[in-house]
């Protein structure tokens, strides 16, 4: 294993990548269509060029509920762990064996939706019961601007939360904004974690919403990713630049250390 871009002493987590193929079916009117494979593989590769240690693949909403591939790479290395697309009806017995195959939660590809699910739904309560009873966590992909319509029913379910690329904040109003705010209070509460990824995708205003998080919520709930292979962003964005990124924003070498690995190392790995 080489290390060649790992910040001195640090275990990095990459709690936010995705893996695939060409030949997956796509759904209807997909957000993204590459039209290339990264395979398991490949981001063992890429992990293990850039001295990452671990990873958690990301299920990813070009793909909805078609989570073979993910399921098959869990199992090509321990160093993995993965969150699946799911309908609210799946029964606890197939969550416990995809538990046992290495998976820790659902994701909640919400982004982009015309109408949002009814959370307080018979359905959906049922469902996050489950993923809480299980210890699983819902990962929100979200507008930022929308997070205030889904995190009242996600914190009254009990269930752990991980939003996504920084809450994908507003591009104006950014730390002001009642998204923003919102998330900040959920994690406050303590049972929200949010990714410090894909900020080339958000704009001017990322590096100061991770440190606003940082320092007005604390960075114990705050994980590092990558967002590889930055689908979309291919040509522009390299693995070393998302690394770079955090020591960029973050200042202090204890805080980027937790945020970096030890946080997700015992929120997906333990």
């Known amino acids: 294993m080489t290390f060649a871009t790992s910040p001195a002493d640090a275990v990095l987590v990459d709690a936010h990548v995705h893996v695939f193929t060409r030949d997956m079916p796509l759904v209807p009117n997909p957000r993204h269509s590459p039209d290339y494979s990264f395979t398991v593989e490949q ?19 070009p ?40 998976m820790r939660g659902v994701r909640l590809p919400f982004i982009s939706l015309d ?23 819902v990962h929100v992909h979200i507008e930022g601007p929308r997070l205030p319509e889904v995190l009242p029913a996600l914190q009254r379910s009990g269930v752990k939360i991980v939003i996504d690329h920084i809450g994908r904040p507003d591009p104006v109003a950014g730390v002001d904004s009642e998204g923003f705010r919102a998330m ?6 303590g049972r929200t974690w949010v ?4 900020a080339y995708r958000l704009g001017a205003n990322a590096r100061e919403c991770a ?13 590092w990713a990558s967002d590889c292979p930055f689908v979309g962003a291919e040509s522009t964005m390299s693995y070393p630049a998302a690394i770079d990124w955090l020591v960029d924003t973050i200042a202090d070498p204890a805080i980027r250390r937790r945020i970096f690995g030890d946080t997700a190392l015992r929120f997906y790995f333990s």
């Open 63 to 102: 793909w909805g509920d078609y989570n073979d591939y993910v399921l098959e790479s869990l199992g090509k290395s321990a160093r993995l762990r993965g969150t699946v697309i799911v309908q609210p009806s799946i029964e606890r017995q197939v969550l416990e064996s995809m538990h046992a195959a290495g």
């Open 211 to 223: 440190q606003a998080l940082c320092r007005e919520a604390g960075h114990e709930r705050l994980m």
């Open 115 to 137: 109408r949002l699910p009814d959370l307080d739904s018979w359905d959906y309560r049922k469902f996050l019961r489950r993923l809480t009873d299980l210890d699983w966590h």
């Open 195 to 198: 990714k410090l990824s894909g």
């Open 43 to 61: 981001l063992l590769d890429t992990m293990d060029r850039h001295g990452v240690h671990y990873a958690v693949i990301a299920a990813a909403s």
């Open 184 to 189: 900040l209070r959920a994690v406050e509460k």
